[in-house]
């Protein structure tokens, strides 16, 4: 075995990497995708520096072992590439997920939706070096360290993050909210929900049920039916860092008991829609009462803690869900009176517009949180939703919002 068969690996990786589809009905999905090109060639090269050095200081007893595990490292590139560039989940996911972005003012440049074993969030750097670099027992190379040094430097420089939908929910769109959650664990820090750790009981998954609650109130009751239907079709384990998937829809239902209890927060047919989706999330849980009594008492102190700080991090970006929908009617009923020359285009669409464009077949260029908190009812958490509806959906919204920020409206 020689360091021949590496450069050989490394190479066909590479054509394999150049050839990945890149194109997108959507530029700065295109862009990502390419971006991501750029990080797998320069990790390549990364090996390809070490497989130089190395031969170069002539291993004896160790070279076997050094080849194998170099050759290895192209098939880490390799098996990530059909994740990223061949993902079934929708491109339209990704304007979910530019939403939240924009509505917490951060840049959104720096990440890729791939499919994935489970919902998560990775830095690819951090990834791929545990996969490969950081598994290598032999010291590094002394001849092109410098060289390495700056490739990697670039790779860290470039990093992106990559957001992991489960691949078995590409056709679940009740699933997609989901990965609000992964991006906030990205923001964690940056949206200070770590400063609350220190008021709450200890608890190893505490950033997880913030986190939790952090969605529900920002995105609404959509999130806890999301955690709901997927925790009924998939029931989880606890892990050291995350809690059984029937905390974290504990936690989520917290808030909508709050707004059962308040029906004027919601217009209608929200309001009733809520007391129908606790009836869903109720059935659920009762799967996993043993798992949810032994943390409850923990959970509800935790809510009442963090509930209003939390609310009040997310007024100082963006509208927490209750006031969005509020705003969102009445800006539907001001633009009902604009000149019909105006219209639709400026047309503000509610919850009870998108059942109605739902009914027809007709796309509904809603905002994303209107859009799937428009489906919490019973009969589509029994049912689910149709997935070419809310991509069209979510597409339809795109380009309209694109052109009246174009033009100013």
């Not at 150049?18 to 009905?25: D, F």
């Not at 862009?31 to 002539?58: C, D, I, N």
């Not at 209750?322 to 969102?328: K, L, Q």
């Not at 796309?363 to 489906?375: K, T």
């Amino acid at each position: 075995m020689s360091f021949d068969v590496v450069f050989k690996t490394y190479d066909r990786v590479k054509d394999h990497v150049k050839t990945q589809p890149t194109g997108s009905a959507y530029d700065f999905v295109t862009q990502r995708l390419q971006r991501m090109q750029v990080l797998f060639t320069k990790w390549l090269e990364v090996y390809e520096l070490y497989a130089k050095g190395y031969k170069s200081e002539m291993l004896s007893w160790s070279a076997p072992y050094v080849i194998w595990d170099l050759s290895v490292f192209g098939n880490v590139i390799e098996e990530k590439l059909p994740d990223v560039f061949g993902a079934r989940m929708p491109k339209e996911v990704f304007i979910l997920v530019e939403d939240l972005f924009y509505q917490l003012g951060h840049g959104h440049d720096f990440y890729v939706l791939a499919d994935g074993d489970s919902f998560a969030q990775k830095s690819v750097h951090d990834e791929i070096y545990s996969q490969s670099l950081k598994n290598l027992s032999t010291p590094r190379p002394v001849k092109p360290s410098g060289e390495i040094d700056r490739v990697l430097n670039s790779i860290k420089n470039e990093d992106m993050v990559v957001f992991y939908c489960e691949r078995g929910q590409y056709d679940n769109a009740l699933s997609w909210p989901l990965l609000v959650h992964e991006c906030l664990h990205w923001f964690y820090t940056i949206e200070r929900l770590h400063l609350l750790e220190a008021k709450c009981p200890k608890a190893s998954w505490i950033d997880e049920v913030l986190i939790d609650i952090y969605v529900t109130n920002f995105f609404g009751p959509a999130y806890a039916t999301s955690l709901a239907s997927y925790l009924y079709s998939h029931p989880h384990e606890e892990t050291i860092t995350h809690p059984h998937f029937a905390v974290r829809l504990y936690t989520s239902a917290k808030y909508l008991h709050e707004l059962s209890e308040s029906p004027k927060s919601l217009p209608s047919p929200l309001d009733v829609h809520v007391t129908e989706a606790l009836q869903y999330i109720e059935t659920v849980q009762k799967q996993h009462e043993v798992v949810i009594e032994g943390v409850k008492k923990e959970i509800d102190e935790i809510y009442a803690i963090t509930k209003q700080p939390i609310q009040q991090l997310i007024t100082a970006k963006t509208q927490p869900f209750t006031a969005f929908v509020r705003e969102t009617e009445k800006q539907r009923g001001d633009s009902l009176k604009l000149p019909k020359e105006r219209f639709p285009e400026t047309h503000v669409l509610s919850t009870k517009d998108v059942l109605r464009y739902y009914s027809l077949g007709i796309p509904a260029a809603a905002s994303p949180r209107v859009l799937f908190n428009s489906f919490i009812s019973k009969e589509f958490l029994e049912k689910g939703v149709e997935p070419l509806f809310m991509k069209e959906s979510l597409k339809k919204w795109y380009v309209r919002e694109f052109w009246k920020r174009t033009i100013k409206l």
